[in-house]
């Protein structure tokens, strides 16, 4: 076995127990955190720097450990940064939804509910928006 | 003519750039089908993105290695909380963000931010589009937080969005 393949599983297995780590970290938050909105961070946390470095240590092995240049991986991640917020922006706004309407499934955890924003307007999800802004479809 | 050929530039090298990296082969073949597919896309989808705003792009780039970097750091501070920070002393907190920012792609950019960077999530816009709704995970000083969300990062939106 060569010195350069050696180096590269070193590299690949320290990517990737650090990418699980960071997965089970994740995890566990979920589980132990007091209640939906400080759970929401841990899987999106996960996500991001846990999957990260395991991609990279894909691109690391095929790059040093085989010499072909991968960049599937990369695609993957930039997928993932852009989808996370999204899911995570969903569920934060169905809780808000239910902690308004009185019918919350899971209790409000030690933030509450948000106070409103300053002034007449109030939080998207409780109040269509208003004319001029970029939700507005009536005003197209 | 080349307006009408590229109405869109960035989008026609971005387009190019995800081609190249999807079908993971440097060859002339490859980034020919790649600018075919980055020349028409752009064409045939332009009436769907009428008054998009302009980008600058280098700062765009730097604020995406910031963001990165950030990622980064934030993720081993939001493990160190999760890990050995008790729930009693856990501090979360709403966050109302004040917009400086009014195109609806630069708001945008800005809540993925705030949701990609661990210990923050961004749950929802006002009605008028001047506040964020920020849930962070351990905030034992909001106003702070707010102040150093707006001057890292919406700062530098302000840039690279004129």
Known sequence: ?140 | MIRRLLPHPGLTALLVTMWMVMVNDLTFGTLFLGLVVGVAVPIFTAPWWPGRPRVRFLPALAYAGLVLWDIVVANFQVAAIILFKPTRDLRPAWLTVPLELSSPEAITVFAGTISLTPGTVSADVSACGQYLLVHALHAPDPAAEVAKVKARYEARLKEIFP
Do not use: C, Y
């Open chain 1, 1 to 140: 076995m060569s010195g350069t393949a050696s180096f590269a599983e070193l590299l690949t297995a320290a990517l990737i127990v650090l990418g699980a780590g960071f997965a089970l970290v994740g995890s566990w938050g979920l589980v132990r955190l007091p209640s939906l909105m400080e759970r929401l961070h841990g899987p999106t946390k996960a996500s991001t720097l846990g999957m990260g470095a395991m991609l990279v240590a894909s691109v690391v092995w095929f790059q040093l450990g085989k010499g072909v240049w991968t960049t599937h991986e990369l695609l993957i991640s930039v997928f993932l940064f852009v989808t996370a917020p999204i899911a995570a922006n969903m569920i934060a706004k169905v809780h808000l939804h239910r902690l308004r309407t009185g019918e919350p499934s899971e209790p409000a955890g030690p933030s509450g509910a948000p106070a409103p924003p300053p002034g007449k307007a109030d939080w998207a999800t409780h109040q269509a928006p208003h004319q001029g802004t970029p939700g507005d479809f009536a005003g197209d």
